[in-house]
């Protein structure tokens, strides 16, 4: 194994009794984790804080079996050891990377394969905001959604990392672009990055406002809730809808007729849990098509504000207050 200058102990942020509120986060000293065959170690500069730590927080979202119990998703920073096999990197290569946990903390591991390099120009906080998010819209809204030039593509939560991201390369691939968010500030924001129409649902009522524009062929959407049913009112024939999450419930009475009629797709996924080669191939395909649309500029991270790793739990206290736009990052 090669390596330089890796520390036997390290800081990571530790969770008070399991589970808990904010400031149920505190830094705690722990052995350094050691890359296994086809593994490399990052000595982590910046992690992205998401919704799904908050979750995992609270007691209601564990690691997949084999993750870190500490949480994190994504990071950005320098490769310090590589395990057997990691034939790609070198010792100080800069890269980002998606993880199954351990991204709060000075140091992590994660499968080879799933680190990217980190984009020319970016700094370590932009770096660390691109995995989950990146990773999550190719996922959903290329693949499951199968979203194309010309077509209309609308996203729920337009101000939250993954809307942020959702307008970019929904734009970057040349669709038209409907956000929603709450609030007259936040749908004025998300005109600013880059959508053609901006709803704001505190106001406003979607479904009208999507079939006057035309109808939508595409949306992502994590509220569920009543949303479910209006999403599928907004399809326009052949259209699809993909939920990445409930924060509103998943349990809805709903009428499918126009599911039925129009030929619309309903599908849902989560990333975290998939197989290590599947999100291997997910990393090769975003670093062939989405890499190219940042080194264009046409995908800018949004970073809203950062914290020190020690100060975590204020992270998850700003993040869980709402009124962010973009990511929050952890930096070392």
Not at 71 to 83: P, Q, R, S, Y
Not at 99 to 120: I, Q, S
Not at 214 to 238: E, H, P, T, W, Y
Not at 265 to 275: D, I, N, Q, V, W
Request: glycine share 10%; proline share 5%.
């Amino acid at each position: 194994m090669s390596e330089l200058n890796v520390p036997q102990t390290m800081i990571a942020i530790a969770i008070r009794d399991g589970k808990g509120a904010a400031d149920a986060l505190h830094p705690s000293p722990t052995e350094t984790p050691r890359p296994d065959a086809g593994q490399i170690l990052i000595r982590i500069h910046a992690a992205g804080v998401n919704r799904p730590d908050l979750l995992q927080r609270q007691g209601a979202y564990p690691p997949p079996k084999g993750a870190s119990e500490t949480l994190g998703l994504e990071v950005a920073g320098e490769v310090a050891a590589l395990g057997e096999g990691a034939l790609r990197w070198k010792v100080g290569d800069k890269v980002c990377a998606l993880l199954g946990g351990g991204g709060y903390a000075e140091y992590c591991v994660v499968d080879a394969r799933h680190a990217l390099p980190m984009p020319e120009g970016f700094d370590y906080a932009q770096a660390a905001g691109l995995p989950e998010t990146v990773f999550t819209v190719f996922t959903n809204v290329f693949e499951r959604g199968r979203l194309v030039e010309g077509e209309t593509f609308m996203v729920h939560g337009a101000t939250s990392g993954i809307g942020v991201t959702a307008i970019q390369m929904a734009k970057a691939a040349g669709a038209r672009v409907i956000a929603t968010s709450r609030g007259a500030d936040k749908a004025a924001t998300a005109l600013t990055l880059g959508a053609d129409i901006s709803i704001d649902t505190k106001t406003q009522d979607f479904v009208a406002e999507s079939k006057a524009a035309g109808g939508v062929d595409v949306i992502l959407d994590m509220v569920g809730g009543d949303f479910i049913q209006k999403n599928i009112d907004s399809l326009r024939a052949d259209g699809r809808l993909v939920q990445i999450a409930y924060q509103a419930g998943a349990k809805q009475e709903l009428d499918l007729m126009r599911m039925l009629v129009n030929r619309l797709t309903y599908t849902a996924s989560t990333l975290r849990a998939r197989p290590a080669d599947e999100k291997a191939r997910l990393a090769r395909a975003i670093e062939e098509r989405v890499w190219p649309w940042i080194a264009a500029g046409k995908i800018k991270p949004v970073i809203d504000r950062t914290f020190p790793l020690a100060d975590a739990a204020a992270a998850h206290a700003y993040l869980e207050a709402g009124s962010h736009v973009g990511k929050v990052v952890l930096v070392n």
